[in-house]
């Protein structure tokens, strides 16, 4: 690596690139273009990577990689961190440093609702994922897209689905045979809709609501009973 205080954009995907396989120049390039990086430039307009840009970089990637967020999350979670500091935060030119993240909703029927809306482009260049990969995954219907203008455009569940995806990709798992997760919800929410369903033909706000809390800790129990019976079943495997 140089001397200098800085590093351009090749010595940082050299620097991440143990930690996260699948970032790429493309990719650093396109969250800069999202408003959640701001190197400086030199004269020639090369872009220089300060130690708080890298740990800003970093903390992002993890979010992405370990949480699912959609970038407006992340970014705002920049911001009011950055707010929060007053703007002292940090070095090299004022850069906020990367801030602590708060548990993750553990609710999972309430992922974070940001009205994110990627094309097929943006969505490959936020998990990492080929262009090809993705229409993989739109083919065995494990993401969906609403088209706009003749564009295909992607929210929040399908960037969350996406980044899970291109986690079980790094070991050779293909869409095809994620089709077994879908296929396994379907039936879970087929049997959840059943459990509810006498709650939803009192048609008022009340049972709405009790049935919508009822689906909440149905979908919790289930989490909770997989993750037991898979632990089961491998537990063969398992270094204990």
Known sequence: MSTRPYLSIGEVLTLL???????????????????????ERTPSGYRKFYDNDVARLRWILRQQREHFL???????????????????HGTAGGRAGAPMLADADAEPLKPPRTGTSLTLEELAASCGLETGDLQ??????LITSRTVGG????????LAAAHVAAGFMKFGVE??????????????????????????????PDARRQASETLGELARLGQQLRGTMLRASLRDYLDE
């Open 70 to 88: 959609p970038l407006k999350v992340i970014k705002g979670r920049l911001v009011g961190e950055s707010e929060d500091d007053g703007g002292e």
């Open 175 to 204: 869409a095809r045979h994620l089709r077994m997760y879908k296929t396994a919800a379907e039936r879970e929410a087929g049997f959840f809709e059943q459990v509810v369903m006498p709650m939803l033909k009192q048609r008022n």
């Open 151 to 158: 564009i295909a455009y992607y929210d929040d569940d399908a």
């Open 136 to 141: 993989e995954l739109e083919r065995f219907g």
């Open 17 to 39: 690139k143990d930690e996260f396989p699948d970032v790429t120049i493309s990719k650093i390039r396109f969250l800069e273009s999202q408003g959640l990086l701001d190197p």
